[in-house]
């Protein structure tokens, strides 16, 4: 499955919006929704909320992109975002907006530079966490 | 707080634009000229350190060859420029080999490379020693600069 990265780009700067909104505001609810949007988008790209307003206001570009490093950074956002609605809906004022801005530092990386945090961190997670893909195979 | 994470986010952005794609000196490496014309063998300098052979075999990188040893991982978007840049360069200088590795499939000898971000590209010289060093994308022109050094005339 490929994508259009302008379309990337344009939710992300929705989500940037968003998310910035959570942290002024501080609702909880706006948190979650926005989480459940990042498990849309994760789960089925192409049904991305964002992705449907970025179709209906623009023609797509035509440029394709792999769609794996976008999911998955839809589902890191939607750790941190469903962590942030977690902190504020419970009265864990503190959590909720460390973890809101993480997701808006990430989100807003991509928007302004193109550049994709929880996709980076993927490798340093695994270097830390993972044996060789091969050597688990072959046990 | 959204002026502290965009301020912080700018100037993360600003210097990853600055240093990406930058092809790094490798920290201990052989002054220009005595690479690798010098088969004789007898008189290898000290303070090169080759990579292991059984190391760079596990890898797919051919002995006795200039090797761009690209560092991938499916989640990464980036990979694919660098795929396109040396596939490009490999074309131009047929000396050169291209090798692309699966990170995540490789994670002992990531570490041993000390590589934590993806795409990273080597450039090893002929003799398995590591000259250079980019994360990001470089350009094409950098990059045949650099393997220009190590080739012989």
């Not at chain 1, 009265?91 to 907006?97: I, K, M, P, Q």
């Not at chain 2, 596990?58 to 002995?63: A, I, K, N, S, Y």
Request: aromatic share 6%; proline share 6%.
């Amino acid at each position: 499955m490929e994508l259009d990265p302008r379309g990337q780009r344009f939710a992300a700067t929705i989500t940037s919006v968003v998310i910035a909104l959570v942290l002024i505001t501080g609702s909880g609810w706006l948190a979650l929704a926005q989480a459940v949007v990042f498990a849309i988008t994760a789960y089925r790209p192409k049904w991305g909320p964002y992705a449907l307003v970025y179709r209906g206001l623009f023609t797509p570009s035509g440029e394709r992109e792999p769609a794996a490093p976008v999911r998955f950074a839809q589902l890191v956002g939607f750790v941190f975002l469903s962590t942030s609605a977690g902190g504020y809906l419970t009265g864990a004022e503190t959590l909720g907006l460390g973890a809101a801005a993480f997701g808006l530092l990430a989100a807003f990386l991509n928007a302004a530079f193109g550049l994709c945090l929880g996709c980076e961190a993927y490798l340093g997670i695994r270097r830390l966490t993972g044996r060789n893909a091969e050597s688990v195979r072959s046990v | 707080m959204v002026g502290v994470v965009l301020v912080a986010g700018s100037a993360v952005g600003l210097w990853r634009r600055r240093t990406d794609g930058r092809l790094r000196v490798a920290q201990s490496t052989v002054p220009p000229g005595v690479t690798a014309e010098q088969t004789d063998g007898v008189s290898e300098p000290a303070e090169i350190d080759k990579l292991d052979p059984a190391l760079l075999e596990r890898l797919g990188v051919e002995p006795g060859r200039v090797t761009l040893l690209q560092f991938s991982t499916a989640f990464c978007a980036p990979c694919r420029a660098v795929r396109r840049v040396s596939g490009e360069v490999a074309a131009l200088l047929p000396e050169i080999r291209h090798v692309e590795v699966d990170a995540e499939s490789h994670l002992d000898e990531v570490r041993a490379l000390d590589i934590w971000r993806t795409p990273t590209l080597l450039i090893l010289d002929a003799d398995g020693r590591v000259t250079r060093r980019a994360t990001g994308v470089p350009t094409k022109p950098h990059l045949i600069a650099a393997l220009a050094a190590l080739l012989p005339a």
